[in-house]
């Protein structure tokens, strides 16, 4: 392979390592600087027009159907300048996604000023957007926490462009007039796990099946996303009142985790905002080094 072929399979070849880690491993590897370019600052996603494969006489694969992209990021700024300008880029974005057939997902919390968003679509249109992403100067992207993988589905309905939903400090029940005689309730909540023996993951890999399958036979659909980094889970549940005020009193006394009390948002829908999913989950790794406290 030549530097460059290397440099490639580095980052393509491992999508849960973070940029910072893998620009080590590279010096590590005695690839010059010109190679690492090929890993650069600006995290330029390599897409259909490069070559991943050695000469080997084998064809090199076809071109990705879609690329995913996700991280976190913190606002710059107060909570309330930081919360008008989020509120400015989904309103931006929502349309612009739909027609470059982009869809994702962006999860806020207004408390930490912190920022998850995942984007999908094709290669190259993925990669222009993550590109003006990154270098906004309204947030600081965690470079660890960066994932990029090539798949050959959407997870995310196209029709969303990007669905977007905040936890914030606001505990008051958030009620639509429009909404009162729907027949749906959503609730969402942030809370804190409170294992603390490094067998975090493993509580909620534990979790998510059954909620799968229990949300499946009562008409419950919704989503989480769990950031290892920090032990904080987010999660929306929506369907028939009754059923999701019976799942919530279960979840809001479970021991494993504590509720952030404030961060609970109870509304009536007119329309669930995750019909595809009993339960779909999303997370955050914690970075190698991280997880042996470097």
Not at 45 to 51: I, K, N, Q, V
Not at 75 to 82: N, S
Not at 105 to 123: A, F, K, M, T
Not at 217 to 223: E, M
């Amino acid at each position: 392979c030549n530097v460059q072929q290397m440099a490639y399979q580095l980052w393509h070849g491992l999508p849960w390592l973070g940029t910072a880690s893998k620009q080590r491993l590279a010096a590590a590897a005695g690839l010059a600087a010109a190679s690492v370019a090929m890993l650069p600052q600006r995290h330029r996603l390599l897409g259909a027009s490069s070559t991943a494969n050695c000469d080997t006489g084998a064809a090199a694969a076809g071109p990705p159907v879609f690329l995913r992209v996700s991280y976190t990021s913190t606002m710059r700024g107060d909570v309330t300048v930081a919360n008008a300008r989020l509120q400015s880029i989904v309103a931006n974005s929502v349309g612009k996604n739909v027609k470059a057939k982009l869809s994702g997902h962006l999860c806020y919390d207004s408390v930490l000023q912190q920022v998850w968003q995942v984007l999908e679509g094709h290669p190259d249109t993925v990669d222009a957007v993550f590109q003006q992403i990154q270098a906004d100067p309204r947030h600081v992207i965690d470079e660890e926490t960066i994932s990029i993988e090539n798949v050959e589905s959407r997870k995310y309905p196209i029709g969303w462009g990007l669905r977007y939903c905040e936890f914030s400090s606001n505990g008051a029940v958030c009620t639509e007039a429009s909404a009162k005689e729907s027949p749906l309730l959503q609730i969402a909540y942030k809370s804190f796990l409170t294992v603390t023996d490094g067998e975090e993951i493993q509580v909620m890999e534990a979790i998510i099946p059954h909620a799968m399958l229990k949300n499946a036979r009562c008409g419950v659909t919704g989503w989480l996303l769990y950031n290892d980094s920090t032990s904080t889970v987010y999660q929306v549940l929506e369907g028939p009142p009754a059923v999701v005020e019976a799942i919530w009193e279960e979840i809001r006394h479970d021991p494993r985790h504590t509720v952030a009390a404030e961060s609970v948002m109870r509304k009536r829908i007119a329309e669930r905002q995750f019909p595809n999913w009993s339960m779909s989950m999303d997370k955050v790794e914690k970075s190698p080094w991280a997880a042996q406290n470097y």
